[in-house]
T-cell receptor, first 110, second 117 residues
Framework: DQQVKQNSPSLSVQEGRISILNCDYT??????FLWYKKYPAEGPTFLIS?????DKNEDGRFTVFLNKSAKHLSLHIVPSQPGDSAVYFC?????????FGTGTSLTVIP | GAVVSQHPSRVICKSGTSVKIECRSL??????MFWYRQFPKQSLMLMAT?????????EQGVEKDKFLINHASLTLSTLTVTSAHPEDSSFYIC?????????????FGSGTRLTVV
């Protein structure tokens, strides 16, 4: 059973607008959450993370929000740029194990 | 949904010994499997791509004789760390895809924490 789910396999956004990628999880024991970005033929690149004791973490154009009561994680990209077009994976960790979502393919339209 | 099982989740071994990590796709056929190495708060480093029935493709800088990959069936790929050294201690993650070349549809295993003492 998937403990981390990304229910939207794809998302298209106009350049300059906000991209919102969503992720849901089931295990309340997760203490660390991460977002990765993946270009074709490359490994996932670490993007941003958040500890379970926080509800927001911001790094430049990227902000991750954590809603523990809803067991929901989201990544906001503002403003979206064509170079952001990639597959985005969310992941959750209990410290010893990682659980990944299946990814959301983001296309930013110029 | 697609599930990938990775085993063992944690292993401690002595320096000089070999360790085998298994990656199984439980409910789909994975023509392509990927092996990654994870360092804390860093990117997943792609080590190699394995295709069922053929030799694995290793990324630059990854020693193929040290990290042996076998993808003998559509549901199983193994990574063997040979003559392990303490610097091989890391978190190893596999992922599998039923749609090779697809941008999404990757399913990840939960990882193996290897500690070499």
């Amino acid at each position: 059973d998937q403990q981390v789910k990304q229910n939207s396999p794809s998302l298209s956004v106009q350049e300059g607008r906000i991209s919102i990628l969503n992720c849901d999880y089931t295990n309340s024991m997760f203490d660390y959450f991460l977002w990765y970005k993946k270009y074709p033929a490359e490994g996932p690149t670490f993007l941003i993370s958040i500890s379970s004791i926080k509800d927001k973490n911001e790094d430049g154009r990227f902000t991750v929000f954590l809603n523990k009561s809803a067991k929901h994680l989201s990544l906001h990209i503002v403003p979206s740029q064509p170079g952001d077009s990639a597959v985005y994976f969310c992941a959750a960790s209990t410290g010893n194990q990682f659980y990944f979502g299946t990814g959301t393919s983001l296309t930013v339209i110029p | 949904g697609a599930v990938v099982s990775q085993h063992p989740s944690r292993v401690i071994c002595k320096s000089g010994t070999s360790v085998k990590i298994e990656c199984r796709s439980l409910d789909f056929q994975a023509t392509t499997m990927f092996w990654y190495r994870q360092f804390p708060k860093q990117s997943l480093m792609l080590m190699a791509t394995s295709n069922e029935g053929s030799k694995a493709t290793y990324e630059q800088g990854v020693e193929k004789d040290k990290f042996l990959i076998n993808h003998a069936s559509l549901t199983l790929s193994t990574l063997t760390v040979t003559s392990a050294h303490p610097e091989d201690s890391s978190f190893y993650i596999c992922s599998a895809s039923a749609a090779p070349g697809g941008g999404y549809g990757y399913t990840f295993g939960s990882g193996t924490r290897l500690t070499v003492v």
